[in-house]
């Protein structure tokens, strides 16, 4: 120590100034305190091992009772400058205090306690099934390899693990190190070594087996009720807004565990946003047809486009066209358009054919000119009184137009009655061949995602 007290401690212990001093640098590793994916910072328990020798630390142990090892403080002796490269900590000092251990040879053993915060690069695309590969560079801060060479302690080129706490949440895969030498830009021509540790750790995805995925496998399950619910009923509007807001909580609790600004989004977030999707526009569509059905408004048919893509293609595939239209309904209402764009029937032919049906035929001379003739010839040739004649024509004409008119205004609201009802049913057929094309979606959708999500990685 009075070598110290003469020389100082700045620079290094050696006999001259060309020579390089090797340290042995190994990492033990306790406890994953912390993996902070928000902020991308591993946080972790360690013990450093250093090794070197002190030329200026040496004695004869025969001359002072046998001693060959003595502890001091770490402050009155040279310390390399082993820095973690990749810190994020806001602490001046990583380090606990700890004695040195230098034997009679000049061989010193120094292992301080430390708290980690390493930077680490976090993917989180499988989340909650996800394994992270964090490094931890150390290397000498201030002298490259001719003044300082750093190795592995005793070869051994990982964490050692002989002291190691397991975690709740993550557990360790794999650990591996390797020693590499840069050139950065300050000095281009002298290398500068380096120790990289690199953990890999796998999350144990127990806690949010029941917080996340039982959940949504729960809702999921709903979600498929969702499209088999008529789309004119309320309990559907319901039913779908509650899981939309179920899907919506879990997003939520998803955010707080992964970054803000992550690189990658979580493929079960991405299921939850495509349910909440898929919900969103059966709910739509459910709500068009509450609205026609309960309100009774004016109802449009549907768009020739829609009505072949769904009734003629879609429901085709599905083999339910048949369930949903009976074909004599059809036909009879491919009759009806085809009878209302072609126009009703000669106005004197119905009028005569109600006449013949009121007066079983007796007044056949109001639509065939030839037989009134031959009428009038009749009651002439039997003396029939004409002005009687004439009352019981006007009287038969006027009750025949009340009777067309009534007619008419029946034939004309039962037409209007059976075109809203043909509407609102070609409506409830598009709806329902539509939720049954979201659910063969929304099944397929969950298969491929259960595959990528728990067997992709």
């Not at 001091?72 to 040279?78: E, G």
């Not at 003044?147 to 693990?161: A, I, M, T, V, Y």
């Not at 996340?212 to 509007?237: D, G, M, R």
């Not at 004409?386 to 008419?408: F, G, H, K, P």
Request: hydrophobic share 45%.
């Amino acid at each position: 120590m009075d070598r110290y007290d003469q020389y100082g401690r700045v620079g290094r212990p050696v006999v001259n100034t060309t020579d390089s001093i090797n340290v042995e640098f190994g990492l033990s590793l306790i406890q994953i305190l912390n993996v902070d994916e928000r902020n991308q910072v591993l946080e972790t328990n360690v013990w450093f091992t250093y090794n070197w020798v002190d030329i200026m630390l040496t004695w004869n142990k025969t001359e002072h009772d046998g001693i060959d090892s003595v502890r001091v403080p770490s402050d009155k002796v040279w310390l390399p400058d082993i820095v973690l490269y990749n810190f994020a900590d806001p602490r001046l000092k990583e380090q606990r205090e700890a004695l040195v251990v230098v034997d009679n040879n000049g061989g010193v053993l120094w292992v301080p306690q430390a708290i980690l915060r390493s930077s680490c690069q976090f993917e989180t695309t499988y989340f909650p099934f996800d394994q992270q590969i964090c490094k931890l560079k150390f290397g000498s801060w201030t002298y490259d390899g001719t003044k300082l060479d750093l190795n592995f302690l005793r070869n051994e080129q990982n964490f050692s693990l002989t002291d190691y706490i397991p975690g709740t949440e993550w557990e360790i895969i794999e650990n591996i190190g390797n020693k590499t030498e840069l050139f950065y830009d300050c000095c281009p021509n002298t290398p500068y070594p380096d120790l990289t540790f690199y953990l890999t750790i796998k999350r144990k995805v127990a806690f949010y087996s029941f917080i996340l995925i039982l959940p949504c496998a729960l809702l999921s399950l709903l979600t498929l009720v969702i499209f088999w619910v008529p789309p004119e009923s309320p309990a559907k509007l319901v039913l779908g807004m509650n899981v939309f807001v179920a899907f919506f909580v879990l997003l939520l609790l998803l955010s707080e565990s992964t970054p803000k600004a992550a690189d990658s989004v979580p493929l079960i977030g991405a299921y939850f946003c495509l349910s909440m999707v898929m919900i969103t526009f059966s709910t739509i569509l459910s709500t068009i047809v509450a609205n026609m059905f309960f309100r009774g408004v004016r109802i449009n048919r549907a768009p020739r486009w829609l009505r072949v893509l769904m009734i003629d293609v879609v429901a085709r595939v599905f083999m339910i066209r048949d369930k949903l239209i009976d074909p004599a309904t059809e036909a009879q209402q491919k009759y009806n358009w085809a009878m209302r764009k072609t126009g009703e029937k000669n106005t004197t032919e119905l009028k005569c054919a109600k006449v013949r049906l009121l007066d079983d035929g007796k007044e056949e001379r109001f639509c065939n000119p030839s037989n009134e003739q031959h009428d009038q010839q009749t009651i002439i040739h039997n003396n029939i009184d004409m002005d009687r004649l004439s009352l019981m024509r006007s009287t038969l004409a006027d009750d025949i137009r009340i009777i067309r008119e009534i007619m008419e205004n029946y034939r004309d609201k039962k037409a209007k009655a059976e075109t809203k009802e043909n509407n609102l049913k070609e409506w409830k057929i598009i709806c329902c061949v539509t939720d049954r094309l979201f659910f063969l979606l929304y099944l397929i959708i969950n298969i491929i995602g259960i595959v990528v999500i728990f067997f992709g990685h």
